[in-house]
């Protein structure tokens, strides 16, 4: 489902991404973990095609998404970093809004489901720039997966979410790649991860450091975050040591 | 105490640069002095139409209305800011996690605002002003004492109106129901003042009269004028405004249903929506565009009697094409294209939306135009119509490939907007010299629309390239 090798992007002296080789197969739920500013969202800028690469090839859906970015975008479905509807149209009509720009014929149904399923009520007739950033956060999902895409693409997905709608959605994807969708999202919050992600991938300043599934007996003997900080820590340069006494001061701060 | 008000500085500042460029926003003061200063070099031919005190008044009722709008922006334009900088925030929208009040916080803002502005705004207008006065006989104007003075009645004025604004964005945060009694009245006192109107009520602004009488008095009101505002808006502080979720019916289907199968159909529905539900609304078609056009039309029928070679008509559908491709702005500004990036959508889509909706818009001054020609000389409306359509679509077509979906900040760049004078100046001075000449000249400027194209298509191409700037 998605192809990626040797794909790089640089600002200047920055490496944003560097040399990141990925394939993610159909079915995969696929998190891609790293500290802030690591890198996540430019892979997902990239990926998406919205920002060209410096160097490197990706395919999605077997499409070049260098040739040819509308038609990724055509049949994926994505949710930004940032949740940002167009101020003065209310949710019911961005739903609509967004229907119309994919071409999509009777749509009035699927937007009901998803206002049923995120429980709107009366906040359907807000206008977007008077809803919550959580129930923002719910639209831009909502409009992610409204044609029924067989690849969503979400960076941060529970961000904003209250514990309700955060199982939910987490329940919502396991089905939907139960039911042979795909799905790549980028988290720095390991929990998410550990629950819902078949496979992951840790990208630390530009570079992915680690791939595989969340089975995998390397992973299997250790807990997710420890084996997280130990491979960030280490290129951090700083020791197992550091990382254990720096725990334990936690816990005696806690 | 400074340092905060040191930080504000900066952060606007930066704000600004990182809108607009670094460089590019450096020489903005530059380009209003330039401006000033070249515009200022036929003072001699405006003297002959107006009086040095009807001058005065159009250079303070400017900076009063400046005053008001950077105070409207920096209280009142979070939403702005919002789209724009995401989840960032400015110094004074985090009062809640400084362990300063709110108070203290505000009152350095003003203080900023003032600072700030004075050295962007107001320095380089009276410093391009008094430089041109050097160079032309500009009467009154040209001693020294009175560029001193009106550099302060200027700054005064300008102060007159933050204040202003401060303190109705006070009385709004408390209650939007007393703003709009306030409103009411001070409409209802307008009302009272334009029944006994004479000329005098128009120099009754305190600056302005203390610029043209220097009186103790008058500064004495302009005094109270600026402070008494602030400071019942300090006192009676908030910062939250009243936040009434409105609900609405589903527009957006119905005009789409309207609109048909009509390729842009959501987009100008979406458009028309963002026009009608944002700040203004239809006030602002009738505030930014209306009024002023009869304030043109008024200046150019004076013009007309003063140099009568010039054409009133020619000229104002010049005017028109160049105040048309103003309403480009108004479509773009509550969007920025990273909100629809994700989507299978290019930049040349949106731009060519936006330019759909425009040309739904431009049928307003059509209209206008039409009715006007038809009532004063059947024989200009072929050439006042081309003329207009022509200059609007070649206007909107260099704002196209200079600013994309972002006029409103990007000429604020100094290099875009000497790009943009000097790609419509010579045009329009080119325009205004063949008008004299008899109305059908104005047909020469068919020969735009295959170049306004090629510009388009440029623009569209440049805007594809380039890699959305996610604030």
Redesign the interface.
């Known amino acids: 489902m998605i192809e990626v090798k040797g794909l790089s992007k640089f600002y200047r002296q920055t490496k944003a991404v560097d040399g990141v080789d990925l394939s993610i197969r159909k079915g995969e739920l696929f998190g891609l973990l790293g500290p802030n500013g690591s890198g996540k969202t430019t892979m997902i800028k990239m990926l998406?095609g919205?920002?060209?690469p410096t160097s490197g090839t990706l395919k999605v859906h077997g499409i070049n998404v260098l040739e040819d970015p509308?038609?990724v975008?055509?049949l994926i479905g994505?949710?930004?970093e940032?949740e940002?509807?167009?101020?003065?149209?209310?949710a019911?009509?961005y739903l609509?809004?967004?229907a119309?720009?994919?071409k999509m014929e009777h749509y009035e149904e699927a937007c009901e489901k998803w206002f049923e399923f995120f429980d709107f009520g009366?906040q359907k007739?807000?206008?977007c720039?008077?809803l919550s950033r959580g129930t923002r956060q719910k639209l831009m999902f909502a409009q992610a997966f409204l044609h029924e895409p067989e690849l969503a693409i979400i960076d941060e997905p529970l961000i904003n979410l209250d514990p309700v709608m955060q199982r939910k959605v987490k329940d919502f994807l396991r089905g939907y790649v139960k039911n042979g969708g795909t799905v790549f999202i980028s988290t720095h919050i390991l929990e998410i991860a550990k629950e819902i992600c078949t496979s992951i991938g840790i990208i630390y300043r530009g570079k992915l450091v680690y791939t595989g599934r969340l089975d995998d007996p390397e992973l299997q003997d250790k807990n997710l975050e420890e084996f997280f900080l130990e491979l960030v820590g280490k290129r951090k340069g700083i020791s197992k040591d550091i990382l254990e006494e720096s725990q334990k001061g936690i816990s005696a701060l806690a | 105490m400074f340092d905060i008000f040191k930080s504000m500085i900066k952060e606007e500042w930066r704000m600004h640069s990182s809108l607009f460029g670094h460089s590019g926003f450096a020489l903005f003061p530059v380009f209003i002095f330039l401006f000033t200063f070249f515009v200022s070099l036929v003072l001699p031919v405006f003297r002959e139409i107006v009086t040095d005190a009807q001058i005065a008044l159009g250079m303070h009722y400017i900076f009063l209305l400046v005053g008001g709008m950077v105070g409207a922006f920096g209280l009142l334009g979070r939403e702005f800011m919002n789209r724009r900088f995401g989840q960032a925030s400015l110094i004074a929208y985090s009062s809640r996690v400084l362990p300063v009040s709110e108070r203290f916080i505000f009152a350095n803002f003003l203080g900023k605002d003032v600072v700030y502005y004075f050295i962007l705004y107001i320095l380089p207008f009276v410093a391009g002003f008094a430089l041109a006065a050097k160079f032309v006989p500009a009467g009154n104007f040209g001693a020294s004492a009175t560029l001193l003075t009106l550099l302060l009645t200027l700054s005064i004025s300008f102060m007159i109106g933050i204040s202003a604004i401060f303190f109705l964005s006070t009385v709004y945060a408390h209650s939007g129901k007393i703003l709009l009694l306030c409103l009411l009245a001070a409409s209802l006192l307008l009302l009272h003042i334009s029944g006994n109107f004479n000329q005098g009520t128009l120099y009754s602004l305190p600056s302005l009269s203390f610029f043209l009488v220097p009186s103790e008095n008058q500064l004495l009101l302009s005094g109270v004028l600026i402070l008494v505002p602030s400071a019942l808006s300090l006192i009676f502080l908030k910062i939250d405004f009243p936040q009434a979720q409105k609900s609405f019916s589903n527009s957006f289907s119905k005009l789409c249903r309207y609109l048909g199968s009509y390729r842009y159909a959501a987009f100008v529905a979406k458009d028309s929506l963002d026009l009608k539900r944002s700040e203004g609304g239809l006030g602002k078609l009738i505030f930014s565009f209306v009024l002023p056009l009869l304030l043109v039309w008024t200046l150019l029928s004076a013009l007309g009697k003063v140099i009568p070679a010039l054409s009133t008509l020619t000229l104002f559908a010049l005017v028109l094409g160049v105040l048309s491709s103003s309403m480009y702005n108004w479509l773009t500004e509550y969007d920025i294209f990273s909100s629809y990036a994700f989507l299978p959508l290019k930049a040349s889509d949106m731009i060519k939306s936006k330019l759909n909706s425009y040309l739904i818009l431009n049928l307003v001054p059509l209209v206008i135009l039409t009715l006007l020609a038809l009532k004063k000389d059947p024989m200009f409306l072929i050439p006042s119509l081309t003329l207009f359509l022509t200059i609007s679509l070649y206007m909107v077509s260099v704002l196209v490939y200079l600013t994309g979906l972002s006029p409103s900040i990007n000429l604020y760049n100094g290099k875009i907007f000497a790009l943009y004078m000097l790609s419509v100046m010579p045009l329009l001075m080119l325009n205004i010299i063949l008008s004299m000449f008899g109305p059908y000249y104005a047909l020469m400027d068919l020969l735009l629309i295959p170049v306004a194209l090629y510009i388009l298509g440029k623009g569209f191409r440049k805007w594809d390239r380039n890699e959305c700037r996610c604030f």
């Open positions: 998406t919205q920002i060209k509308l038609r975008r055509e994505v949710i930004p940032q940002t509807p167009p101020s003065f149209l209310t019911e009509e609509y809004f967004v119309k720009v994919r009366d007739t807000s206008l720039k008077d």
